[in-house]
Every structure is written in structure tokens, then in C-alpha cells.
């Protein structure tokens, strides 16, 4: 179980015209085996939060702690710290796994970070992994075009969750899926989530599906947090007129008439 | 690399084989065979022409041209592969290193390649040439050193792509060392590539060595290299244009051998899709016409050949819509929604094979009519909004250009005009009249989408096909142009035909809904029915995945399991029967039609869902 | 417009790292064709001179290119001397050299130049006609000639096809002068060779740019509004590929440039390059130093002019990525 704590996080990248404030003093906590939800549109600034959090993008201000301690990312030393004890799964299915790596090997080579294996060890492990994000285990010696897009997606959480990270970050993870995909997904995020006791990060654009997944979740708009809430609080009473146009806008199923 | 069956029915792959062979002989067996007679100096035979004994003459010691030269081939190869291993190994550590190092490194990295390659190669290679001394090594040492800032581009380039990529990333945050990255991520990644430019390098070697040897910085004597006979053949061209011909014809040989053989493992050398052989029918006559209907559209099919064989993603759709009706499309990715709109407006690529019992815009039977009328009939009569309005504007091009072409060169409109109802059409889909000086790159992507509405709308078009126009955009911004689209439906009458994947917002915006699966309409149905009428498994099934704001989110979401069918590998009845809860042994073997419900719902179903079902 | 935001401004950022890109090349050219003498095994001037000269003779020569002073001392020296436009001397002819570079420099611009317009000419209607005729997989015949043709030329060589043109058309069928500059024909055989194998290139790339363009969304919008194909290919297709081919054709104008030392050695060209190639034989230093700083110098020059000019054509790609 680990806590999360963002203390006025500040990112900025290198725009055409000078640097680009792409997150701007955010703060946010996930206490332990807690899913937060952060959502919000292109360009407000939550994939950039994501990267900055893993140490992909440099960060110029604010804090990051785990469990209290905070978080550096300046030498490889430091990042493998932070990767046993974070893990991300990012966007694209198409680019999500190495084409040229089986099922087998990149389970196995995440796997083998921090601990060694034998092979009789390995195969279970690849098994258990493949089981846990609800994918046959006959799929182990596959290359990545041979998968769906769904698929894909499971193994890269699957990748994630070899090294037994405690905190597990989703970034847009269905965001590339069909509908009826991105619900077996999201059935399998929020039950690992509840039987491995993970805290998460759950990022997307979609309203509906980061709600389905989160305890708690955070709107965030042109690099701030505008508003934080329990999930069933804010949608029965977002208090910010963001977040209130942001949940008009999600299109319903008029009722039937039958 | 595996080499595809297709290269045994390529002739130029057989041709590049051969040539390649034939170089590959002469530098194994040209210096026993020949070597003696290159190296015989013959006082009494000093530089003569072409004769039987010596068909391309002699040089200045008498020695056999046509010997010397093919005995050359193999220190011209050997050089000039040795020059290219060094400068790609080299280069590509270099700019493959690119995608692992730190930021800072990666840099400065890349700033060295960047100052490197100004300096074209050639000068390079004459510049170090002349520094570490004319003669084999210091030219061979030159080449590889002028070829890395090339090779390191690429490779820089390359490994750019991959480090952009969601793999990388994941395997950086799970700690890996960065000589494992390069090594089992990076490098095999860009591998064939690098593997391709190294063979046309080799040739570019071969040329450069041969042009050093040519100004004497090069190979030296007594040792020679198709460059220094090219030089001394030189010296007596105006007397004897052979010598000079012969290792010049060897250069030229060897250079396009290597470059035919980048060709061919490039693939470029075989066909990859045949066309379509047999001719298209002609088209028959459609239908008799229905009154008043914007489109009429029955059994329309689409094939499309693709290089594992021709599949058809459209397969008998129906549909039509009244004026003013909105109504919507909707399926999951490989559908053929997309295809059907496509095939509708006649924006297929041309192996596309269209079919269709009946085709019919505003009354106006498209098929048989000549190519120029239909054309007009499009034109005027249907507008398309696609799914990316980033790129479905053309970037070098005012926005009033793109506004005020179509009307011009259809309705015959001067520039003033077209410009005034441009203003207008804008208006109508509240932008200022100002946008017309702008070029797509300074609007926001709802303002592009706004734009190409107005495009559709300065035709006045009875039908409008919007291919997904909002799932590029926010969802804030989906809702205005969902709005808007409503309102020039109440004004202009218009007929609005909506296709997404989104099965929650067709529902909201349409009056009527279409669902497809794996090219064929399953269902259609009033939209207000969706959400609790809807009788088609698979509507059922997508329905209830969509994640509602109101639902107790302890339960599962409902899924479909399984995958939508292979599009090589059709199988007979009901495509959606292997993932079908409700499946009866006729559904494996019979596709059930499309059939009346009642007056306003169809479906294709042996087995539908029940109405009582449904309401519980 | 303020001081900050004209500092700030898009073009001045650009112009300004371009400037500095250049100097920093400069540098590198400057420094490296002084390092060059000092570089090369053995001494420079006894072998220019032979190995029987004079020691008076040698020493004076040393001294007077400055070489036995300390290594600072001579690159200041060097360096002054650039500034007011000394060269240095030959050592086989004692001219000074800036005045071999005043007579043969434009030869040399005029036929790069020239073979570069000549490969623009040919390559950019040239690949968009094919882009057009062999689009979504049409005349797949064509489409494999095309390939292969414009591949073998690309790998001809320029040196090798000057001497072939030379001994063919010259002294075969006497059509041509084939050595040295005079008059308009004079131009045609150095022009020639050094334009075909980058106009094959060329017209390749613009041909997948422009296939790329044609597969472009907008284009298919171009064709929903049943434009005449004159319209969609002129006006719509043509120019977005001349960015990217203009890009690849400003790389390909410093490996012409290059090239002239080749090309003019066969055609005994008046130009720098076939001087260069004389005094690389003759071991005369100088000269080969002052040949490298000068065609150095045009290749980063012609480069910068390039990069400018797509700026100018198209601001908003080219500034952006720089």
C-alpha cells in the first residue's frame, strides 16, 4: 500500500514560442489502495502530469512524494527505485508492446528487473500475469500484431503489474478501444485494483469511464485542478462550472418510451 | 530479412541476383585467373588500342587494360565494403545512442551530427584523405569517417521514431539499463532499415573510393583500383576513349548492382496488390424511385482488394433517409461505416468494386448517368464532413479559397459573390467573417470543423454525410457541433446522414439509427428505442457497455466477448453468431435479412431479443 | 513592434540560431583547413618541393607560410591573414592563391548553380506527373519503370558519366567541346553530369512526397468537392510537396557542389574544383587549404540560403522546427 502526494507540480515543455506551462502548481493525493481519477480534455495538461509523475518529463517545481519520501528520477539508480514501486500503462495499443518481442519475453523481461527467476519460475510467472489481466495463457507466444487491440493493452498492464508495483498509473488506457472492448478493460482495472489493493492513477477524457473505475476523481483544465470530489459527490454536485459543463456534455441514451 | 515468394516472379530481383553474382565471381576468381596478365608489363606493347589480344588496349607499361580491370574488382569491393562496415558501425552506435542517453547528451549528440552533415561527404572524405596521407588505409579510414554523420542521422531518426513510443517508455519506467534498451529494444527495431541503407551505402563507398583513387588519393601504385585506371585512362581519352570507358563501365556496373539490390530488398520491385482483372459490370438501371426521398440506397456492396486477398467490408446495405431526417450510423472500428458513406459519395479508391441494386440522391439516379453529371449531381446535391477537420483542410490554402472553389467552378459564381455567400455560410455556423483571411493552421479544432460545415453548406445540399465529425474534437466541443448540425437541419431541410462509434451521442442527436456489424445493417430503429427497445443482440450488447453516470459502478460492465469476424475469412450466416448469447444452430448456416418489426424498427435476427426481456 | 517581442518573434529566433549554426560550421571549416597542413604526415613543404630543395629554399618557404612559429601564434596569424583576404601563396606557382580563387570561383558556381536549377526543373513537375499517373497502385508497369530507371540513374556516378559523355559524344561524334569554358555548349556536358544522378533522386522523393499529399485528407475533401484535376493537382497537391521536395533538394545541392571537383578535373573546368584536384597532385598545400575553406565555405552558404528560402515559402514549418 503507498500514498501519493503531488505538492504544486509544475511542468513545462518547449513550445514554437518559448516554454509552454503544461502543468501549473498541481496538487493531488491518492491515499493508499485508492483509485483517483483525473480527467479532462486534449491539452489540458494530465498526460504530461502522468510522464512527470514516472520521471519521462523533467519537472521544473513542486514535489512528489511516496509514502512520504520524495520521489527523484536524476540517475537510473533512482528511476529503478521508483519503478518497483510505480508502473504506468500508457495510450497506443499499436505502439504499447515491442513488435518484435513475444508475449513471453516482455512479460518475462519485466518480470526480471528486480528479481531473478528460474525457468520453471518464469513460465508461472508468465502464466499468473496473463491469468491475473484475464488473457488465455496460450496467448504467451504471440507477437503483438497477432493481438487485438484490447489484448495489447491487457499485456501492457500485465508488463506493469511483473514488477508488483504498489502504485499503477493508466494513462488513456481504453481511450483507443471500442466501446464494447474498453468495458472488459475497465471490468479488469477496477478488479485488480480492489484484489491486488493497488492505489491508481486512472487519466482519460471520458467522463463516464474514469468515473466507473475511481473513488475519487480530479477535473483538471489548462494545467490546474479545478475541482476534486468523491466520485458520487460530484456527480450529483460538481460545484465547478467546468465540471458541470463537462457532464452536460456527455451524451445519454434518451429514455425509452417502451 | 526473409525474402517474400513474390521476388522468384520478379524479373529484376533475378536480374539484381545475377548482376550481383556475376561482381561477387569476378572478386573471388578475376585476380587468379587474370591476375598475372594484369601485373605483365610488355615494353614492346606500351599503350596501345583496342586489338584481338587486347581488346581494350594497353596502358604505359604495356599491360592488359581489360585484365587490370576485371582484376580490380576485388580491391575496389573490398575497400569499399571495409570503408562501409566502419562508417556504419560507427554511425550507428552514434545516432542510435541518441534514444537512450539523457536529455543533455541527446543534445549535444545531435547537434555534432547536425554540424557533420552540412559538409557533403565527398569533401570530407577528400579533406581526411589528404590529411592522413594519400594511399588504401587513409582513403579507406576517410570514406568510413565522412560516412558516419549520414548513417548516424538515420539512425538517429530511426531511433527517434522508437523512443516516441509507448514500449520504450514503458521499459524505461520499469528501470531497464540504457545498454539494454539500445540492445534489445532500439537497435532490433530499426535494424532492416539501417540493414538497407548500408547496401546503397556500399555503393556510394564504391563510387567515392574509385573518385579518391581518380585524384590520386586513393589507392597507389604498383596497387590498383578501378579509380586510378579510370585516371590513367584519362590522361589519353582524345586518343583512345576505351581505357577510360572500361573502368568507368565497371564502376558504373558495380554502383547500379548495389543500387538495384537496395531496391529489392527494399520491396520495391514487386508488385504487391494485383488489380482487380476481371472488368465491372455495367451498371444497371437502379430501382424504381421512392417520392421523396434524399437518398435511396439499396444492396450496396464494396469490395477492396488488399495484399492478403479481397475482402468485402460493405455487404448488401440498405438504407434511405427523408429530407430534413437525421440519421445515424453507428458501429465499432471495421464496421464499414466509413466504406458505406464513402461508396455513397463515389470517394472510394478506384480498385474499389462498388454494387448496388439502387442508387439514387434526391431522386437522381447516379448509376446511369455519365461521369461528368454525376460529378454536378455530388457536387450540388451532397456535402461530406470528415472526422479530422486538422486534415481534411488544406494547410497551404485561405480559408475563402477552400470555402468559394466548389461554387465557382460548379455554379459558375464570380469571386465576389462566392465571397459574400461564403460570409454567410459562416455566419450560419457562427464564425466571423474574418476566418476567410485565415489559414486552417490559425483556427482551433471546432473552428475547422465549423469551416468545413460551411464549405458543405455554400452548395445548399440536400444531404449532409458527417463521417465521425466529432471524434477528433473535446467533448465540450462535440456538443456545439452536434447543435449546430441540428439547427441547419431545422433551417435548411437539409438531410443529415451521422456516422460515429459512439453509440450514446447517436442516440441523443439522431432521429433514426442504423447499427452495422462487419458490413451489414443488423438493426434500425427509431432512436428513443434505443436505450430499452433495441431487439438486435449486438445493439443490446453495446448499449449496455457504454459506462452510464447514474450506474452502480460495484457492478461489472456488461461485455461482448469475442471478436468481430475475419474479414479473409467470411463465414456463412449470421456474422455475429460466434459471439451471440442468443444463437440458434440456423444462424451458423443462414444470414438472417433484414425484416420488418414493425412499422418503424427492422432487424436482422433469427432470434431476437424479446420484448419482455427488454422491460424487466 | 517593442524590443522584447521583436527579440521573441518567430524570425528572429530562427535567423538568430541559423547565424549561430553557421558560425559554429565556420569555425569548424576555418579550423580544420588550418589544422590540415599542420596535420599531414612528414613536412609539407619538402614535399611539395622535392625531396632535393635547398634547405635555404625550404626554410624560406617555411617561414613564409608561417610554420615555424608557435601552433597560436600561426592560427592568429592564419586567421589575420583571412581577414584582409590573404590566401596564402602557392608553392608551385607563387601566385597568391585568393587571386586563383577570384578567376575560378564563379566557374564553379555557374555550373552548380545550373545543374541545380536543372534538377529543379526536371524533378518537381517531373515526380508529381508520375505521383499523379501511378496513384493507388494505377499503371503498376509504369509504376516499376519508373523505379528502376530513375534508380539505375541515380547510382551513375558523376565522374564516370563525364568521362563516358566525354569519350562518347566528344570525341566519338565531335558534337561538344569537352574541356575547359567557352561559350554556351561548353556548359552542357559539366551540367549534365553533375545534374542527372540528383535529378533521378529527386524526382523519386517527389514522387512519394507527392503520393504522401495525395493520400491526404484534404485531398479526398478536394475530390468530395469534384474539383477538375487540374485544380486538385495544381492547386491543391503541388504546394504542399514542394516543402518537403525543396528540403530534400537543398541537401542535395552541397554534395553538387562537392561533386565539381570531379566533374571539372574530366572536363578540365576552369573552377575551383579542378584546381583543388591539381594542387592535391602536386602536394601544394596552400592551395589545396584555401580550395577546402572556399567550397566549405559555399556548401554552409548555399545551405543557409536554402533553409531562408523555405522559410520564406513556408514560415510555419520550417521556423517551427528549427
Not at chain 1, 50 to 61: D, E, I, S
Not at chain 2, 542 to 566: E, I, M, Q, Y
Not at chain 2, 582 to 602: F, H, M
Not at chain 3, 288 to 298: K, R, Y
Request: hydrophobic share 50%; aromatic share 4%; proline share 8%.
Amino acid at each position: 500500500m503507498t500514498a501519493l502526494q503531488v505538492r504544486d507540480l509544475t511542468v513545462r515543455h518547449h513550445g514554437p514560442h518559448g516554454p509552454v506551462t503544461a502543468v501549473d502548481g498541481v496538487s493531488l493525493e491518492i491515499p493508499p489502495g485508492t483509485t483517483l481519477g483525473l480527467v479532462g480534455e486534449s491539452g489540458s495538461g494530465k498526460s504530461s502530469l502522468a510522464h512527470a509523475l514516472v520521471g519521462l518529463t523533467p519537472v521544473h517545481g513542486g514535489r512528489v512524494l511516496l509514502d512520504g519520501r520524495e520521489v527523484r528520477v536524476r540517475t537510473v539508480g533512482d528511476r529503478r527505485r521508483l519503478g518497483r514501486l510505480v508502473q504506468i500503462v500508457l495510450q497506443d495499443p499499436d505502439s504499447a508492446l515491442d513488435p518484435r518481442m513475444t508475449v513471453r519475453q516482455t512479460l518475462v523481461e519485466a518480470a526480471t528487473v528486480f528479481h531473478r527467476l528460474d525457468r520453471p519460475a518464469r513460465a508461472a510467472r508468465v502464466t499468473g500475469l496473463l491469468e491475473l489481466v484475464g488473457l488465455d495463457p496460450g496467448l504467451a507466444d504471440r507477437l503483438p500484431r497477432q493481438l487485438s487491440g484490447g489484448q495489447r493493452q491487457r499485456v501492457a498492464v500485465a508488463r506493469a503489474l511483473a514488477v508488483g508495483p504498489e502504485l499503477l498509473i493508466a494513462d488513456e488506457i481504453t481511450s483507443a478501444l471500442d466501446v464494447s472492448v474498453q468495458a472488459a478493460v475497465l471490468n479488469t482495472i477496477r478488479d485488480l485494483q480492489r484484489r491486488l489493493g493497488l492505489s491508481m492513477l486512472f487519466i482519460g477524457h471520458n467522463l463516464p469511464a474514469v468515473c466507473h473505475v475511481s473513488d475519487t476523481v480530479a477535473v483538471m483544465r489548462d494545467g490546474r485542478i479545478v475541482e476534486t470530489a468523491p466520485t458520487e459527490a460530484l456527480l450529483r454536485s460538481p460545484r465547478h462550472p467546468y465540471t458541470r459543463a463537462l457532464l452536460d456534455s456527455v451524451p445519454r441514451l434518451p429514455p425509452g418510451r417502451s | 530479412m526473409p525474402l517474400p515468394r513474390r521476388y522468384l516472379r520478379s524479373p529484376m530481383a533475378w536480374i539484381t541476383a545475377v548482376m550481383l553474382a556475376s561482381l561477387l565471381a569476378l572478386a573471388l576468381a578475376a585476380p587468379l585467373l587474370w591476375g598475372a596478365a594484369a601485373d605483365r608489363p610488355n615494353p614492346s606493347a606500351v599503350l596501345q588500342g583496342p586489338s584481338t589480344a587486347h581488346p581494350f588496349g594497353t596502358d604505359n607499361l604495356g599491360r592488359d587494360v581489360l585484365a587490370r580491370v576485371l582484376t580490380a574488382t576485388r580491391p575496389s569491393l573490398l575497400l569499399a565494403l571495409a570503408a562501409t562496415l566502419l562508417g556504419a558501425t560507427g554511425g550507428i552506435l552514434l545516432g542510435a545512442a541518441t534514444a537512450v542517453v539523457g536529455r543533455r547528451a541527446r543534445r549535444l549528440l545531435a547537434g555534432l551530427i547536425n554540424l557533420l552533415l552540412a559538409f557533403p561527404a565527398l569533401l570530407v572524405a577528400m579533406f581526411l584523405a589528404v590529411v592522413f596521407g594519400a594511399g588504401t588505409a587513409g582513403a579507406v579510414l576517410a570514406l568510413a569517417v565522412a560516412g558516419i554523420p549520414g548513417f548516424a542521422r538515420l539512425a538517429q531518426t530511426l531511433a527517434a521514431a522508437v523512443a516516441g513510443t509507448d514500449h520504450l517508455a514503458a521499459a524505461r519506467v520499469l528501470g531497464l539499463r540504457r545498454h539494454r534498451l539500445l540492445w534489445r529494444h532500439v537497435l532490433p527495431n530499426i535494424a532492416e532499415p539501417l540493414l538497407l541503407a548500408t547496401t546503397t551505402a556500399a555503393g556510394t563507398a564504391l563510387v567515392a573510393l574509385a573518385g579518391l583513387s581518380f585524384l590520386g588519393l586513393g589507392v597507389q601504385p604498383p596497387a590498383y583500383d578501378w579509380g586510378q585506371l579510370l585516371n590513367q585512362g584519362l590522361d589519353r581519352i582524345f586518343a583512345d576513349p576505351l581505357p577510360a570507358l572500361a573502368p568507368g563501365l565497371a564502376v558504373l556496373y558495380a554502383a547500379l548492382t548495389f543500387q538495384l539490390l537496395g531496391e529489392v530488398l527494399a520491396g520495391r520491385v514487386a508488385r504487391r496488390t494485383p488489380a482487380p482483372r476481371t472488368p465491372a459490370p455495367p451498371p444497371a438501371p437502379s430501382e424504381r424511385a421512392e417520392d421523396g426521398l434524399v437518398l435511396q440506397v439499396e444492396d450496396l456492396s464494396v469490395e477492396l482488394p488488399t495484399p492478403e486477398g479481397v475482402i468485402r467490408p460493405v455487404c448488401g446495405v440498405d438504407l434511405s433517409l427523408r429530407p430534413g431526417e437525421i440519421v445515424g450510423l453507428v458501429g465499432e472500428s471495421g464496421s464499414g461505416k466509413s466504406l458505406t458513406a464513402l461508396a455513397i459519395a463515389d470517394l472510394l479508391p478506384e480498385q474499389a468494386r462498388i454494387t448496388r441494386r439502387t442508387l439514387r440522391l434526391l431522386g437522381a439516379d447516379l448509376a446511369t448517368m455519365t461521369p461528368r453529371q454525376r460529378d454536378r449531381d455530388l457536387a450540388t446535391g451532397l456535402a461530406m464532413v470528415f472526422q479530422n477537420p486538422a486534415s481534411a483542410l488544406n494547410p497551404s490554402l485561405r480559408i475563402s479559397t477552400q470555402l468559394t472553389e466548389a461554387v465557382r467552378a460548379h455554379r459558375g459564381m464570380s469571386r465576389t459573390e462566392a465571397l459574400t455567400q461564403a460570409s454567410d455560410a459562416l455566419r450560419q455556423v457562427a464564425l466571423p467573417p474574418t476566418v476567410l483571411r485565415a489559414r486552417p493552421h490559425q483556427l482551433s479544432g471546432g473552428q475547422r470543423q465549423r469551416v468545413m460545415i460551411a464549405a458543405g453548406l455554400m452548395m445548399r445540399p440536400g444531404l449532409i454525410i458527417a463521417d465521425e465529425p466529432t471524434t477528433a474534437l473535446d467533448v465540450t466541443v462535440q456538443r456545439q457541433i452536434t447543435q449546430l448540425l441540428s439547427g441547419i437541419r431545422r433551417d435548411s431541410g437539409a438531410a443529415i446522414l451521422f456516422i460515429s462509434h459512439d453509440i450514446a451521442l447517436v442516440g441523443e442527436f439522431c432521429d433514426r439509427v442504423l447499427v452495422m456489424y462487419a458490413g451489414t445493417i443488423v438493426e434500425s430503429l427509431p432512436a428513443d428505442r434505443l436505450a430499452t427497445g433495441a431487439r438486435h443482440p449486438y445493439t443490446h450488447a453495446l448499449v449496455a457497455s457504454v459506462p452510464d453516470l447514474g450506474a452502480d459502478r460495484d457492478r461489472p460492465l456488461p461485455t461482448v466477448p469475442g471478436a468481430p469476424p475475419d474479414p479473409l475469412a467470411p463465414a456463412p450466416g449470421c456474422p455475429f453468431e460466434p459471439r451471440c448469447p442468443r444463437r440458434r444452430d440456423r444462424c451458423a448456416e443462414q444470414a438472417p435479412p433484414l425484416g420488418d418489426l414493425d412499422a418503424e424498427q427492422r432487424v436482422a435476427c433469427w432470434n431476437p431479443v424479446p420484448v419482455e426481456v427488454l422491460a424487466s | 513592434m517593442s524590443v522584447p517581442r521583436l527579440l521573441r518573434h518567430p524570425w528572429t529566433v530562427f535567423l538568430g540560431r541559423r547565424a549561430a549554426r553557421l558560425l559554429l560550421s565556420l569555425g569548424v571549416v576555418l579550423t580544420a583547413s588550418f589544422a590540415m597542413i599542420r596535420l599531414i604526415p612528414g613536412d609539407p613543404v619538402r614535399a611539395a618541393l622535392g625531396v632535393d630543395a635547398a634547405p635555404a629554399l625550404v626554410a624560406a618557404r617555411r617561414h613564409q607560410l608561417g610554420l615555424d612559429a608557435p601552433f597560436l601564434a600561426q592560427y592568429r596569424h592564419y586567421l589575420d591573414g583571412l581577414v584582409h583576404g590573404d590566401l596564402g601563396t602557392s608553392l608551385v606557382t607563387g601566385t597568391p592563391v585568393a587571386e586563383l580563387v577570384r578567376t575560378r570561383l564563379p566557374a564553379t558556381l555557374e555550373i552548380a548553380g545550373l545543374a541545380f536549377l536543372v534538377t529543379l526543373a526536371v524533378a518537381l513537375p517531373g515526380g508529381l506527373l508520375a505521383a499523379v499517373r501511378t496513384r493507388d497502385g494505377r499503371r503498376p508497369r509504369s509504376e516499376l519503370a519508373f523505379t528502376m530507371v530513375t534508380a539505375g540513374l541515380a547510382g551513375v556516378p558523376d565522374f564516370v558519366l563525364a568521362a563516358g559523355l566525354t569519350a562518347l559524344l566528344a570525341v566519338g561524334l565531335q558534337l561538344l567541346p569537352v574541356a575547359g569554358a567557352a561559350g554556351a555548349e561548353s556548359f552542357v556536358l559539366p551540367v549534365l553530369a553533375l545534374a542527372l544522378a540528383p535529378t533521378a533522386v529527386l524526382l523519386r522523393i517527389v514522387r512519394v512526397e507527392a503520393l504522401k499529399v495525395l493520400g491526404e485528407d484534404y485531398l479526398r475533401t478536394s475530390r468530395s468537392k469534384r474539383l477538375s484535376p487540374a485544380r486538385r493537382y495544381l492547386r491543391h497537391a503541388a504546394p504542399n510537396t514542394a516543402t518537403a521536395a525543396l528540403t530534400v533538394a537543398g541537401s542535395l545541392l552541397p554534395a553538387m557542389i562537392a561533386g565539381t571537383v570531379l566533374v571539372e578535373k574530366v572536363f578540365a573546368w576552369p573552377g575551383i574544383g579542378s584546381a583543388l584536384a591539381q594542387s592535391v597532385v602536386s602536394q601544394d598545400y596552400p592551395v589545396v587549404q584555401a580550395m577546402v575553406l572556399i567550397l566549405g565555405t559555399t556548401v554552409l552558404l548555399a545551405g543557409l540560403l536554402v533553409d531562408v528560402l523555405l522559410a520564406v515559402l513556408d514560415p510555419r514549418s520550417t521556423i517551427r522546427e528549427s
